[in-house]
């Protein structure tokens, strides 16, 4: 597999990449200087322009993960995924509770604004709005690294009453799984009026979740049964398997998140990055034709019109969160906000430490200590003033070639 260094013009241009032996060469002479590590790319001081050739990016949207590939008519420039994050309910939730407890302080009146706040026509929740965008980024950021001239998104729609009951047909679809049912009763007649866990029957039953909310689960009825008090609590936050009842979990179907996803947005994405589309059917056929592996840079490449081109080695693609706002404290008393900067160094940037690349794993000790997480995996405190930062945490990282 190929290894390609990205070059830009003087202006910030991309070009055609070349190779790491020319790369080192052109940065050794004089007539370019490093901008990035990862993706090593490098900025060319003496040319505003040069000569650049077609290509073709793919894009494997998905919910989780995206696929990527960026090809030229005699090799892939560029590929790999972006893992998406999945916590974003998560932190809204903890956004929530800090609102909440700055309600009960005692500073500074702030007048409500909770009637300012009105959706749009188009209007997403905020995990799908941060998928969405993150879409859009790592698009933004490709075209930064190679001169792409075409944009390739392929897109789906699923038929989610079919992905539960492929029997399914005529009526059926306006029959939902509880006609003629409340959740309770519905539950109580499926599982038998008894704790699915302990079996006791007599006792007051709870409706508990199959794989809890906190670990991605939903509210669906497909993901809800009964237990006792005693199993529930004794339960927690561990799923029906981890719990020693697997032949429950195998009960609870896939969660339909993602193709919710994909139903929602796949043309929001078409109409707002302005590309051509293909759908999944064309790519699985064409991807079975060449005889690659399921993968989703794999799917990129065929969405990209790859055939027989020279592959280069994939980069996985992370999205760190650095916390960039400084701390606002408003104090009874003050007309206006005091205002505390935040530290130099954040959670996830990377920086050099006795000649070795480190991420940053936290700060403590108002500032001057740092703990950092080595190559090999170990943890290491040191003073921040022995540190040199490389390059912040923000944004999307691309990490060494797996």
Known sequence: ?????????????????????????????????????????????????????????????????????????????????????????????????????????????????????KREQGWLAPSLRHKKQAHITLIDTIKTLVPVSRTELEVATFDTQLLQNPEISGVEYQQGTLQGYHIREYLLEKWGRKCVYCGKTGVPLQVEHIIPRSRGGSDRVLNLTLSCERCNQHKGDRTATEFGHPEIHRQAKASLKSAAFMNLVRWQLVDQLECNHTYGYLTKQRRLEVGLAKSHPNDAFIIAGGRQQTRCRPFM??????????????????????????????????????????????????????????????????????????????GLQFNCPY
């Not at 400084?326 to 990377?350: C, F, V």
């Open 1 to 117: 597999m190929l290894i390609k260094v990205y070059v830009q013009s003087a202006q910030g241009n991309p070009l055609d990449p070349t190779t790491p032996a020319r790369g080192r060469l052109l940065v050794k002479k004089g007539g370019a200087k490093v901008v990035a590590r990862l993706p090593f790319s490098i900025r060319l001081r003496d040319r505003e322009m040069g000569y650049t050739t077609q290509v073709t990016l793919g894009v494997d949207s998905g919910y989780s993960k995206v696929g990527f590939s960026a090809v030229a008519e005699k090799e892939e420039l560029l590929t790999g995924e972006l893992v998406l994050r999945n916590d974003m309910s998560k932190k809204l939730e903890q956004r929530r509770n800090y609102r909440r407890n700055r309600r009960s302080r005692n500073t500074r009146y702030r007048a409500p604004r909770f009637d300012n706040r």
């Open 317 to 394: 693609v992370m999205q760190p969160r650095r916390n960039n706002r400084s701390i606002q404290m408003n104090r009874k008393g003050y007309g206006r906000s005091i205002r505390t900067q935040r530290y130099a160094l954040q959670p996830h940037d990377l920086i050099s430490y006795e000649g070795q690349r480190c991420q940053v794993k936290g700060i403590f000790n108002r500032g001057r200590w740092v703990r950092l997480k080595t190559p090999t995996g170990a943890t290491v405190n040191t003073q921040v003033k022995h540190v040199k930062l490389v390059r912040y945490g923000s």
